[in-house]
């Protein structure tokens, strides 16, 4: 029985390139054809893996592996964020990897896509961005100043809902650019003015509302792990973990926080976490009570 073996991609590749251009196709064309459509399967593979393994987190560097790529990569992803018939998931992914892979060559097509008038609200936040990661900070600087607006304002009983929704967005933007100094300040204030609120609502809003305050926290924790402050980082993080949006797989995976995972103190205090989070009648003591 003949034995049927799999040439590797290489081989293939290299033999298309050899073959396609027989059939009357111009050489360039089919070698260019070839490259763009490899490097759209690569791209498409590590969407794919970080949706995979990673898809609870976004942090700085978790695309570094399309960099290699180059340009051909960055205007891939930027059809992909802009076209509006692709899966919402697909299309936020696209623009994550676009912070770590846009190179100066997309600096017109984003000012091109900026200009359009139906571009959806979440789209021209990564576009404003994505323009000021690349020198261009005329945006969000707009962006920054109009927030500005509405959170320095003194907290009242009619302005504190606009006053934290504000800071909200504005520490988004700010870690987004990093200006990781003001943004540790800003979620810092939007904390405090949430401890503040709590007890002052209604019970039924207090829960809510202390969830995602212990959320923020979070938010926080990447400041300050990405500032070198670990033992604030540490606690933080640990704070944040009293919210159920947090989880401790999410900071097990996130670039941002990897200074906790390279401190000596990782290990004893992730353990910590885990036994903390296991219900009292899971533990060995109540299982052996049960016999």
Known sequence: MMRRTRLPGSV????LCVLLPTAGWPTSIQSDKIQSDKIESLVAAELQRVATEEDQVRYRGQYAALVPLGSAAGQFLLSMLLDEDRPLATRRRAANALHDVATSDLLEPLRQAMGDLLLEPWVETEVGLLLARLGDRQTLDRWIRQLRRVTDRIPTTVTLAEILEGLGRLGDLQFRS???GAATATHRRRIALMKDLIPRVPERLQKPLNDEMQAIHYNLACCLALTGKI???FEATE????????RITMVQVDGDLRALREDARWSDWLSKQIEDKVPASQTPEAE???R
């Open 231 to 233: 033992d604030a980082a």
């Open 178 to 180: 990093e200006a990781l």
């Open 12 to 15: 293939l590749l290299t033999l």
């Open 288 to 290: 052996e009570q049960r």
């Open 239 to 246: 704070q944040s973990l009293q919210s159920s949006t947090i």
